[in-house]
């Protein structure tokens, strides 16, 4: 059963839909992103839900009620954003404990609750720190702990982590999932890191222009795209015409789409029987960490192929490379 559902949601700002009639069920204690460009609408999606903008059209249901005309305050809705907007003149714990405070809850019961979610966070001897006194992760953890600490029905994240460096970034993601799980937290993030998105998430919404492009798992939106925008805003697809198929695999005329998708790192060295094989000229090689990335050129059609990278591997330019092909990871687009 959907715990939060948002129905034909529309928004426009001057004369300009940057919502179309958007559509989202999600269940409770689930982890859904919303992905895309800046500029798709994401951002604007989930203020809306928090209530900061009211949208032009439809409406929104948390927990089996009508939040549409609720005040935000009202709506038991955590969001934390990329600014950590914490109050630079109280501590770690003030910061924490001010949404309790605002409640006007016993003292004794602000405390406990304040120590388990500085527990969960790992802050525990941060408590007395100031916002100027912490690192940038650490900030953004008294933010995120500040919107735990009243338990919301849902939490929201606007681009939370994008401001850290990479290292500390992975690093909260993986602590953010955790928590999450542990208390089993319907949660919504927005973010245009593809990486971020694949590594905590249990469904992904891709939103292109103020429209939902596709939504799926992780493994769903990576492996097979429906369509030309996805394939290019997901890893590293080669986005091939129908034409430029046809010549890379010889001449074959099975090929019915106006476009294909083909990852990188389907092609094998490995023989496929009843696969495709293709002898393509070396144009470039880039180290990718483990990975070895080969730009070729077969019968007039560039393509990109990532391998493993081996040691002793010196690949030359204009070397041919033959490589081999899956039939069913030549994937149609619509």
Not at 57 to 81: L, S, W
Not at 136 to 142: I, P, T
Request: hydrophobic content about 35%.
């Amino acid at each position: 059963m959907s715990f939060l559902t948002i129905e034909n949601i529309k928004k426009s700002f001057d004369n300009e839909t940057v919502l179309h009639s958007l559509n989202l069920s999600i269940k409770e204690g689930e982890f859904i992103t919303l992905l895309g460009p800046s500029g798709c609408g994401k951002s604007t999606l989930l203020r809306t839900i928090a209530g900061l903008i009211h949208q032009d059209e439809g409406k929104i249901h948390i927990d089996g009620k009508d939040v549409t005309e609720v005040k935000p305050k009202d709506r038991q809705v955590g969001m934390v954003f990329q600014s950590y907007a914490l109050f630079p003149n109280m501590t770690v714990q003030e910061n924490i404990e001010f949404g309790l405070k605002m409640k006007k809850l016993d003292k004794e019961t602000v405390k406990q609750n304040a120590a388990k979610i500085v527990e969960l966070v790992e802050l525990t001897g941060k408590e007395k720190s100031y916002p100027r006194e912490l690192s940038g992760g650490q900030q953004q953890r008294v933010a995120l702990a500040r919107s735990l600490v009243t338990r919301p029905k849902v939490l929201l994240l606007d681009e939370p982590l994008s401001a850290l460096d990479a290292q500390i970034r992975k690093n909260l993601q993986k602590q953010l999932r955790s928590i999450q799980q542990e208390l089993n937290m319907t949660t919504i993030l927005v973010t245009h890191d593809q990486e971020e998105a694949m590594a905590v998430s249990d469904y992904v919404y891709i939103m292109n222009k103020g429209q939902i492009a596709q939504s799926g798992t992780p493994h769903e939106i990576y492996t097979r795209p429906v369509n030309e925008f996805v394939a290019r805003f997901i890893g590293n697809y080669n986005v091939l015409t129908r034409e430029e198929v046809s010549n890379l695999f010889k001449g074959e005329k099975n090929f019915k789409n106006k476009m294909y998708a083909i990852r990188p790192e389907a092609f094998s060295e490995d023989r496929i029987l009843d696969g495709y094989e293709i002898s393509g000229k070396i144009q470039k090689t880039s180290m990718l960490g483990n990975i070895t990335r080969f730009e070729l050129e077969a019968n007039h059609v560039s393509f990109i192929a990532d391998r493993l990278h081996k040691i002793d591997e010196d690949a030359q330019k204009q070397e041919t490379k033959t490589l081999y092909l899956n039939r069913k990871d030549v994937i149609p687009l619509s």
